[in-house]
């Protein structure tokens, strides 16, 4: 069963791959893309999407932290530079969808990793990179104040493909919180959940990074919910497209939110281009 999940994916990633680059190649981009998007402009606020949950993220005082790196996912962008240097590498759970390329990034720039303490037990990490928390955890990373909140989701991770997957903790959303800068939610995969209206009252977020891509996660519909507990003025949709089963749109977020008489915004990056936050 899990084989054969497995190889659909696979298969679907490969089939996408093709239509998604073929279509980013001829569609403009809708603000203005970077050759290298980890070296983005200095004392600036920057997300850039590389496809279904990762990003890339620059704080005013130059933090370059990697969120969920699968990095060579269908929708990443073509021919984009790879970060070559990180401060640290955030996990939301332990899905190979989201773990990516979080190993051999964390060899390469040194950056610490974070995530759930069973999860980062079976990642076999150097002891100065692991960081094992959970949900309730704040850390500091340079100028972004990070914290670890609860998602609704499962999670387990196969080092290899082919072994079983093991138990690899809770998942978790990460709140980053940046001197002088905005407050970023990024929801990691979950369904919509009361206690983000907590985190709206402790953090006070103001640009969100939902999944909407449904199956796995919240939905349209209810990624519009989130946004109304969360009271964010913006929304980054992620989590879609990247397969076919993954179909949620910005498209239909947008007539979800205006359902709710929502006036948050959704903001749709091309994927590796830096947008301003
Ligand atoms: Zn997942």
């Known amino acids: ?24 190649a001829a569609a403009p981009a809708k603000v203005a893309a ?33 969120i969920d790196p699968w990095l060579t996912n269908p929708k990443a962008p073509q021919g984009a530079a790879q970060p070559e240097a990180l401060d640290a590498i ?5 899905h190979f969808d989201h773990v990516g390329e ?25 002891e100065a990179q692991a960081v094992g928390a959970n949900a309730g955890g704040t850390f500091q990373v340079k100028d972004v104040t990070l914290h670890l909140v609860e998602a609704v989701h499962s999670s387990s991770y196969a080092a290899d493909p082919k ?20 407050t970023l939610y990024h929801a990691g995969d979950t369904g919509p ?5 907590l985190i709206a009252t402790q953090f006070k977020p103001t640009v969100a990074l939902l999944p909407i891509g449904g199956h796995f996660t919240m939905g ?18 992620m989590h879609y497209g990247t397969f076919p089963l993954l179909q949620g749109t910005p498209e239909a977020l947008t007539g979800e ?11 749709t990056p091309e994927p590796g281009a830096a947008t301003a936050l």
């Open 220 to 237: 349209p519909a209810e990624a519009a919910q989130a946004v109304r507990l969360l009271k964010v003025k913006s929304v980054i949709p």
């Open 257 to 267: 939110l205006k359902k709710l008489r929502s006036t948050a915004k959704v903001v």
């Open 163 to 182: 072994s079983a997957p093991q138990y690899a903790g809770a998942p978790l959303g990460y709140v980053l919180e940046m001197a002088n800068g905005p």
């Open 90 to 94: 955030l996990l939301t759970h332990g």
């Open 34 to 66: 970077t050759k290298a998007p980890a070296v983005a402009a200095k004392g600036k606020a920057e997300a850039t999407w590389w496809g279904h949950a990762a990003f890339i993220i620059r704080s005013p005082g130059g933090a370059v932290i990697a």
């Open 193 to 197: 959940f009361e206690g983000m209206s």
């Open 102 to 126: 979080a190993k051999a990034l964390a060899q390469k720039t040194g950056a610490k990793v974070f995530g759930s303490f069973e999860l980062i037990n079976l990642l076999g990490l150097p």
């Open 1 to 24: 069963m899990r084989t054969k999940f497995l190889a659909g994916v696979v298969g679907a990633a490969m089939t996408l791959g093709g239509t998604a680059l073929a279509q980013g």
